[in-house]
């Protein structure tokens, strides 16, 4: 593989239950994000990790969390999923740890729709 | 707050230019991106701009104007395979990306 994976690519899911959405890189680099992308809206960062073993909160964290294992992978849980969670999710990923010209590049994303 | 605003949606020609603003309050600025996504594909990157000017890459150019919290993307010589959304995005002071809306662009022949 090349780039970002992403699964499922989409899921339907029962309130209350709880889910993870799983992301993994091959690029080796520093960085990867988890951001929510809803109609109308601008994309919104839930969790972030700017090296393997790091994390830190976005602008809306609530109800979901992540971790950072290893480089490769950096899955994101809704413990306890709310119909509001409802959104297609991108994982991205960039080389440094976000300044200079760091542009980051996104996984296919998971569309997630909670009944 | 931070606020980063586009237009929702454009239309033009196919052949033709479109310029596509973004103006935007941040706190902070550590550069400016302007990425392309066709509908249900993820986002990709087009342009990044940290200095005031003009960065030409083939059909598509950025500008920008820190003074005034402005930047533009120029597509000339429009393709049917425009037809996107284009999204803006400041990196603030945090060095996380803010992101615009959109602006979905629609290329009729």
């Known amino acids: 593989i090349a780039g970002i994976t992403q699964a499922p690519t989409s899921q339907i899911l029962a309130a209350g239950r709880r889910m993870t959405l799983r992301c993994t890189q091959d690029?080796?680099?520093?960085?990867m994000y988890w951001y929510r992308q809803d109609l109308g809206l601008g994309l919104r960062l839930i969790h972030y990790?700017?090296?393997?073993?790091?994390?830190g909160k976005g602008e809306v964290p609530d109800g979901y969390s992540v971790s950072r294992a290893n480089t490769d992978d950096f899955p994101l849980t809704l413990a306890s999923a709310v119909p509001s969670q409802t959104s297609v999710y991108f994982c991205?990923?960039?080389?440094?740890?976000?300044?200079?010209?760091?542009?980051?590049?996104f996984g296919p994303g998971t569309r997630l729709t909670v009944l | 707050g931070q606020n980063i605003d586009q237009p929702t949606e454009m239309t033009a020609t196919e052949g033709a230019i479109v310029q596509i603003n973004c103006t935007y309050q941040?706190?902070?600025?550590?550069?400016l991106f302007w990425y392309q996504q066709h509908a249900g594909e993820a986002p990709t990157f087009l342009s990044y701009?940290?200095l005031d000017g003009l960065e030409e890459k083939g059909r598509f150019s950025s500008f920008l104007s820190r003074s005034k919290g402005y930047s533009y993307l120029l597509l000339k010589e429009l393709q049917m395979k425009d037809s996107a959304s284009y999204l803006c995005?400041?990196?603030?002071?945090?060095?996380?990306?803010?992101w615009g809306a959109g602006t979905k662009l629609i290329i009729k022949p």
């Open positions: 991205a990923s960039s080389p440094g740890s976000g300044g200079g010209t760091d542009t980051q590049y």
């Open positions: 995005a400041v990196r603030d002071s945090n060095y996380q990306l803010i």
């Open positions: 701009n940290v």
């Open positions: 941040t706190s902070g600025f550590n550069g």
């Open positions: 990790s700017n090296t393997a073993g790091t994390t």
């Open positions: 690029m080796r680099h520093n960085a």
